[in-house]
């Protein structure tokens, strides 16, 4: 069903190999670098000039960076209004932590209730455009629910694995946009397993997170948009609940192409990029503390975050590599402590995050009480969903 469209818009130019850096064509259907077996990293052409006046500013969404986006054709887009949302004060918790700036963009206002209707969106767009007849993903949760509903917008079908203790409104959501379920016991590598071998004959698009290359490119425009909200300037430490990572290595990619196009002051100092884990799954960290040489062999748990329960991350190396520029560390947090930062958000602020987001929060009070974040600092944190999917897994627990 791909669509006969307008010229170009984009400024895409090549996929490369996260790896090897040998590059591909991104005019074909590519999943992981035949070289490497790693992920395909989109580039763009940022030589010739192009200023902030290229943003859309009518359009309200992540599609106003258009052409730092890779479809070619917008005929192809495949949209249900993701993007933009709102970076907010937490004026109460700053004061109660006598912290300068406290800052959080809330995902959980994205179609779907979290960020992954972002990288979905243009993952089943770009898949459209190649003619993709049908989609698979295991998922934790929140990006099967996206795939299901963005794969039903763009008429393609849709399977979705996932964990048989994932909460209860994920499966149902899927239910409704008509997507083919399957649910696994285990964690999201046990459904990985399953979607490969449920998906041997390669007749379904795996949209595995970093197994095709532009679930990244949709992620990397919370990096956009926090730079815009902003006024074109940044904060000083950026905390992000890091399964996957796609988002954490997606922001810091948008920073980096920002800084090609002259679209920060030339001295603008990036932020130092924290990645935040469950203590029940934190294969990240066991990385980058040196206990084990990747996370191959991690062996992981479930946990209230259910997005944090990623033992195997494809992308490892990459939020390594992101970790390193930026100068930036891991945290874990525990699963009581997941929720006495929801029930302070809640309390303080009036949001509803997801164990996710509450996590980051708890690492922020972690890393001010250790001295690594400074009181003077402009924190900035990301609440990946909304916690109204996780009632199953924080029922009664809001008066502990």
């Known amino acids: 069903m791909k669509l006969v469209a307008s010229e170009p818009y984009s400024r895409l130019a090549e996929l490369h190999c996260a790896g090897c850096g040998s590059a591909y064509s991104p005019f074909v259907l590519q999943r992981v670098s035949p070289c490497c077996q ?18 859309e500013q009518t359009d309200s969404s992540m599609w106003r960076y258009g052409a730092l986006l890779p479809l070619l054709h917008s005929e192809n887009k495949v949209t249900l209004g993701e993007g933009l949302t709102p970076l907010l004060q937490l004026p109460r918790l700053a004061a109660r932590y006598e912290l300068a700036s406290l800052l959080l963009k809330d ?52 399977v979705v694995v996932m964990p048989r203790h994932t909460p209860k409104a994920f499966k149902e959501e899927c239910y409704w946009y008509g997507a083919e379920v399957e649910l696994v016991d285990g964690l999201i590598s046990d459904c990985g397993a399953r979607v490969r071998q449920r998906n041997a004959d390669g007749a379904l698009l795996d949209i595995s997170t970093l197994k095709e290359p532009y679930r990244l490119e949709g992620k990397k425009t919370m990096g956009y948009e926090i730079a815009e909200q902003l006024g074109w300037q940044l904060p000083d430490v950026l905390l992000y609940p890091a399964g996957g990572g796609t988002g954490l290595i997606g922001i810091w990619k948008a920073f980096q192409e920002m800084k090609a196009l002259g679209w920060l002051a030339p001295h603008t100092p990036l932020p130092r990029m924290v990645a935040v884990q469950a203590a029940n799954c934190c294969p990240l960290l066991e990385t980058y503390q040196g206990r084990q040489p990747n996370c191959q062999h991690y062996q992981g748990q479930a946990t209230l975050a259910n997005g944090l329960a990623v033992p195997h991350p494809l992308g490892e190396a990459l939020m390594l590599r992101v970790l390193q520029e930026s100068e930036g560390t891991v945290v874990s947090i525990s699963e009581e402590d997941m929720l006495a930062g929801m029930r302070e958000l809640g309390r303080q602020e009036g949001l509803f995050v997801a164990p996710e987001g509450a996590a980051v929060w708890m690492a922020t009070r972690q890393l001010l009480a250790s001295g690594w974040l400074r009181p003077n600092e402009r924190v900035l944190l990301l609440n990946t969903g909304s916690a109204q999917k996780y009632l199953d897994n924080v029922a009664g627990r809001a008066l502990e």
Do not use: H
């Not at 790693?38 to 943003?55: F, N």
């Not at 179609?111 to 003619?131: N, V």
């Not at 993903?137 to 079908?157: D, Q």
């Open 38 to 55: 790693l992920p395909l990293v989109a580039g763009y052409d940022l030589q010739e000039p192009l200023s902030r006046d290229a943003i």
């Open 107 to 158: 995902e959980g206002q994205n179609p779907t209730g979290s960020f992954k209707a972002r990288g979905l969106s243009m993952a089943i767009s770009k898949a459209r455009e190649l003619g993709v007849e049908g989609c698979i993903i295991p998922t934790a949760g929140n990006a099967g629910v996206a795939m299901a509903a963005y794969c039903a917008r763009a008429g393609l079908r849709a």
